[in-house]
């Protein structure tokens, strides 16, 4: 498709299961993006790669956490043990030059709940 | 630190009518400020972005926002609400780097 696709859509695990949610971004778009979305919140930020490589991953909130990009194109972020409070939904975007300098295209995200 | 914080969770408008959404911002470096839609089941959609040239900018579906230093504010406005306008809208901002901070969001609700 021509926009930012997640998979799944959504997800149910239990308590201190392992998860993995998917973002392929437009074709030929560099920088790729994570943010969270909880409940009556806006979305937070998690971590920005630029190709392959993360740029800024200071919005992880712990070592559960973790995302890679290894061929510049899709991104898979991966969350280890999970908790009740990572229950949200989890956005990606991706821009051609940037955010800043261009446009984010954002996904329809993936919702996760954890029971 | 740097935030965004917009003033109203929940506004309602009559059809026809100004839309206001109020964004205002704390900084210590010059900004860029963003606005967001969301309609339901979509994600989220740029509507308009301030990076330092005009102060005045505006937007796709007949939106704009301003701008003002004085005021740390970038209100979005649009001069006659249709009912597609419904949705929610998300102030964001950036400072000195790549990561979008974004305010808790509006949803705008337009009365026929």
């Known amino acids: 498709g021509a926009g930012v696709s997640q998979t799944p859509s959504n997800k149910v695990t239990e308590k201190g299961k392992y998860v993995e949610l998917r973002c392929d971004p437009i074709?030929?778009?560099?920088?790729l993006y994570w943010y969270r979305q909880s409940l009556g919140q806006g979305p937070e930020f998690l971590i920005y790669?630029?190709?392959?490589?993360?740029?800024?991953d200071s919005g992880l909130p712990n070592d559960r956490f973790f995302a890679v990009r290894p061929e510049g194109s899709v991104s898979t972020l991966k969350i280890q043990r999970t908790e009740r409070g990572d229950s949200a939904v989890y956005l990606c975007?991706?821009?051609?030059?940037?955010?800043?300098?261009?446009?984010?295209?954002f996904g329809e995200g993936s919702r996760l709940t954890v029971l | 630190a740097q935030s965004v914080t917009q003033l109203g969770s929940h506004v309602s408008v009559s059809e026809g009518a100004l839309v206001l959404l109020r964004c205002n911002y704390s900084s210590s470096v010059p900004p860029y400020l963003f606005w967001y839609v969301q309609y339901p089941n979509q994600g989220l959609q740029l509507l308009l972005k301030?990076?330092?040239?005009?102060?005045l900018v505006k937007g796709i579906n007949g939106f704009e926002a301003e701008f003002k230093k004085s005021e740390t504010s970038f209100h979005l406005t649009k001069p006659s609400a249709h009912m597609s306008d419904a949705a929610e809208y998300f102030c964001?901002?950036?400072?000195?780097?790549?990561?979008?901070?974004f305010g808790t969001g509006t949803r705008l609700t337009i009365i026929p």
């Open positions: 790669f630029q190709g392959t490589g993360a740029a800024d």
């Open positions: 975007a991706s821009s051609s030059t940037g955010q800043n300098t261009g446009e984010l295209f």
């Open positions: 964001a901002g950036s400072f000195g780097n790549e990561k979008l901070t």
């Open positions: 301030y990076t330092s040239a005009a102060t």
């Open positions: 074709s030929g778009h560099t920088a």
